[in-house]
């Protein structure tokens, strides 16, 4: 079975703190993306990384950044929180397939 | 603007009523895919269709793939309150290299009353 696990399940944070979230996978997958969940919105997309120490910025890049530096670790930066950064943040790691794999998810607030 | 656009947005029925969310945009996929998602977990494939006309199916879950490949629907037969869920549609453009980048719905979120 995949296994992508992510640091905390929920954070709460102040305004202007730096918050790292980090997401591990155990199966070797080359590609990892950071997604932010809203009510309404679905899934959107912050970065995704497609290999080691590379990074692409999806639809919501702003006040975001990513770090690879080893494959199965994925972490999204936060350089300082605002509230309206306040959300269910996801992470997924997908195989040569289209299939993503998702982790259980941070919930953050920023106060 | 959504660029697939889910309705409905809530759906609160009866065990043993059907039911049909829809998915739909103006773009032109080379694949979409389906996602169930419970609280306090992420979201986990249900189907994928990848063929324009396509139509699957996964027990009481019928899945189809509009034949311009720009909607797809799910209908379920005979809804049971373990089908409760957060359901959302995901589409690939391109074919091309794109990362598997998919575009997700707004979600359907379905209550099944006992």
């Known amino acids: 079975d995949v296994k992508v696990t992510q640091s905390s399940r929920y954070l709460v944070k102040r305004t202007g703190e730096k918050v790292f979230l980090e997401c591990v996978q155990d199966m070797d997958h080359e590609n990892m993306f950071w997604y932010r969940q809203d009510p309404g919105l679905g899934l959107r997309l912050i970065y995704f990384?497609?290999?080691?120490?590379?990074?692409e910025k999806g639809d919501i890049p702003e006040g975001y950044s990513v770090s690879r530096e080893k494959k199965e670790r994925f972490s999204l930066i936060l350089e300082s929180a605002s509230t309206n950064q306040t959300s269910m943040y996801l992470c997924?790691?997908?195989?040569?397939?289209?299939?993503?794999?998702f982790g259980p998810g941070t919930r953050l607030t920023v106060l | 603007t959504q660029l697939l656009e889910q309705s409905p947005q809530f759906l609160s029925i009866q065990e043993g009523e059907n039911l049909t969310v829809y998915c739909n945009s103006s773009?032109?996929?080379?694949?979409l895919q389906w996602y169930r998602q419970e609280p306090g977990e992420g979201p986990v494939l249900l189907v994928t269709v990848v063929t324009g006309g396509e139509v699957k199916k996964l027990k009481r879950l019928t899945f189809q793939f509009g034949d311009a490949r720009k909607d797809s629907s799910l209908h379920i037969t005979a809804a049971q309150p373990g089908d409760t869920g957060l359901y959302l549609c995901?589409?690939?453009?391109?074919?091309?290299?794109?990362?598997?980048?998919?575009?997700f719905g707004q979600g359907t979120i379905l209550t099944v009353h006992p």
């Open positions: 773009s032109v996929f080379s694949s």
């Open positions: 990384s497609y290999d080691v120490k590379m990074k």
């Open positions: 997924a790691t997908k195989p040569w397939t289209d299939t993503q794999y």
């Open positions: 995901a589409g690939r453009l391109g074919w091309g290299t794109s990362y598997g980048k998919l575009t």
